[in-house]
């Protein structure tokens, strides 16, 4: 299975892919961030993001997409701008025929380091050492985005587990 | 020139597509909402935006998509389901390759009504007498969409006055 993780953000959008082979281990396939210019025009980034995304879809073929859900913000506006960038995010997914699952904050961090309220740091460190990577992935935000692919992995291999 | 203006909504998100004639007058082209159903998953009803918007626009050729601005919500997570809607239909007309502008809600009762505290009913009003419709636009999502795209008419012929 192929998992591709988005983590939605104004500047950066990070995504990460990872496959899962049938022994269970992870295989780290790309990841990186969608940078947008705050002095474009939102409409602009906002396209940027929904061609980068695509053309990654089509170049690395993921089964699902997994995106982190916001329930809170700092502010209303926030929010909004958050906002946008998600919902091109889940839509662009869902054109390219990809399921779209969504994880809170906490699970992904649970799924990853074993503790809900772990550090950055600590998720980036668990996300080098499951997928063997020798550095970590840049920006922070790839990083974030493999984590949310592999918290996805992790929760789909516990249901399997169970139903089994 | 001929505009589409777009009021988005968690569950209706309303257009409106508005020419001005060479003399001044506006002529109505058409007016509706997407409907959203609340128990589809959300990347289908943002990819159901996308559909429909960029149907209506490769139907209608408009030259311009106008937007309402949101400065305010009633908390952060409303305002993340509209700037979810908002960021998709934003993209949308972008990679239909029309410039997106966007209007205060202020500035939008100014143009149509005259008065930025405008009831919504006055606007209502107003669409019907400036676009000479025998029955108010349904649902109210259309009217306000119509009411964006007379508003960006409006303001293009004031700064061309201006300009003269």
Redesign the interface.
Known sequence: MRVLGIDCGGQYTGFGVVEQLPDGELVYITSGAVRLKTRD????R??K??NELRALIEACHPGVAAIEE???????????????????A??T???CGL??VGYAPLAVKSAVVGYGRAEKTQVQAMVMRLLKLSAPPEPADAADALAIAICHLHTAATLAALER
């Open positions: 025009p939102l409409c602009e906002l396209l993001v929904h916001v329930f809170y913000a700092s502010n209303a506006k926030s929010a909004l701008k958050l906002g946008e960038v998600r919902g091109v889940m839509m997914a869902a054109a399921p779209v």
